[in-house]
């Protein structure tokens, strides 16, 4: 089976297994197209050899929704399996860095609103009970 790994440098590594049966096989075609807007484009066409078992995208762009087919390819008269395909879209990099700083922005702001809280609290219980009390002692006798 052909499975599609996103790494988080933006590249894509295609692994797969070898095919049943081995006999004759004579290498992989990889084709690789994206969808655009309207249309399909073609981005790769590669020729890996039998003893291949992965592949390295190394520039996948985010946004982008990947269609990659590996066929494999015997030596005649044996006619040709079908490929296997597998889809994928790359998380844009753009995108996951503004979630990591949006994240550590309101983390920081809710540890400081934490410390506003128990700060506001401190000196209402410390500052403000005792002139309370001695203001209310004073009137008594």
């Known amino acids: 089976a052909l499975v599609a790994n996103v790494l988080r440098n933006g590249s894509v590594l295609l692994q797969w297994g070898l095919p049943r049966p081995a006999a004759g096989l004579r290498g992989f075609a990889l084709n690789c197209s ?17 003893a291949c078992r992965d592949y390295l995208l190394p520039e996948a762009h ?5 269609r990659l087919c590996l066929q494999p390819r015997y030596a005649p008269p044996r006619p040709a399996p079908p490929a296997q395909c597998v889809e994928f879209r790359v998380e844009p990099a753009a ?3 503004i979630v990591v700083a949006m994240t550590a922005v309101g983390g920081s702001i809710c540890v400081m ?27 008594a006798p």
């Open 34 to 50: 994206w969808d655009g807007t309207y249309t399909r484009f073609p981005c790769d066409s590669v020729e890996l050899g039998a």
């Open 62 to 66: 985010g946004s982008v929704r990947y």
């Open 95 to 97: 995108m996951r860095d």
């Open 113 to 139: 609103l934490v410390f506003i809280c128990l700060l506001v609290a401190y000196i209402t219980e410390n500052l403000m009970s005792p002139a309370l009390a001695g203001a209310a002692g004073a009137a």
